[in-house]
T-cell receptor
């Protein structure tokens, strides 16, 4: 079984400030981990993924995430928020080598607001 | 690359109508396609997984006779909501993958509103 917990359904940051979106996971097997972004009335766009290679993963739009097995965390960060980063962000987990990219479980999402 | 097109993007119809949503992989062949449902302010919930040429695998609690899925080709899957009612109103999103070792690519979703 696998699950994802995203702490904070809403996060507000000032433009130019650090963005930190928290994600903790639970998985009975080594996981694959993902962050997706969703803009209003659109599907999901993959920001980055961890698939058991480097623990610090760099994604698109300046985002990165670090896999910390000891903390079962995969927090998403960006050094400087931009207005265009305002969207909803979903953390997700799949069963890694057992299930590849199938059976992805999504967190509840964190809506990021960027204040000018 | 890896573009998934979903159509229609928005549909409004009367209660009792059946609605078909198409999901197409435009520049790759999708062995597997997934259908999700997203309620307002909630996450995506997997409804079913379909593999080309075989019957879809539905998640627990999803009525297969209510949500008909067809994956007749490597580039097209359809979801038909039969005899739709207001409680079926939701945002439906499909995704596609070449195989289980590749990431899912998502369509832009279909907002279904049943009056």
């Amino acid at each position: 079984a696998q699950s994802v917990t995203q702490l904070g359904s809403h996060v507000s940051v000032s433009e130019g400030a650090l963005v930190l979106l928290r994600c903790n996971y639970s998985s009975s097997v080594p996981p694959y981990l993902f962050w997706y972004v969703q803009y209003p009335n659109q599907g999901l766009q993959l920001l980055l993924k961890y698939t058991s290679a480097a623990t610090l993963v760099k994604g698109i739009n300046g985002f990165e995430a670090e896999f910390k097995k000891s903390e079962t965390s995969f927090h998403l960060t960006k050094p400087s928020a931009h207005m265009s980063d305002a969207a909803e962000y979903f953390c997700a987990v799949s069963e890694g080598n057992s299930g590849g990219y199938q059976k992805v479980t999504f967190g509840i999402g964190t809506k990021l607001q960027v204040i000018p | 690359g890896a573009v998934v097109s979903q159509h229609p993007s928005w549909v409004i119809c009367k209660s009792g109508t059946s609605v078909k949503i198409e999901c197409r992989s435009l520049d790759f062949q999708a062995t597997t396609m997934f259908w999700y449902r997203q309620f307002p302010k909630q996450s995506l919930m997997l409804m079913a997984t379909s593999n080309e040429g075989s019957k879809a695998t539905y998640e627990q609690g999803v009525e297969k006779d209510k949500f008909l899925i067809n994956h007749a080709s490597l580039t097209l899957s359809t979801l038909t909501v039969t005899s739709a009612h207001p409680e079926d109103s939701s945002f439906y999103i499909c995704s596609a993958a070449t195989d289980s070792n590749q990431p899912q690519h998502f369509g832009d979703g279909t907002r279904l509103s049943i009056l």
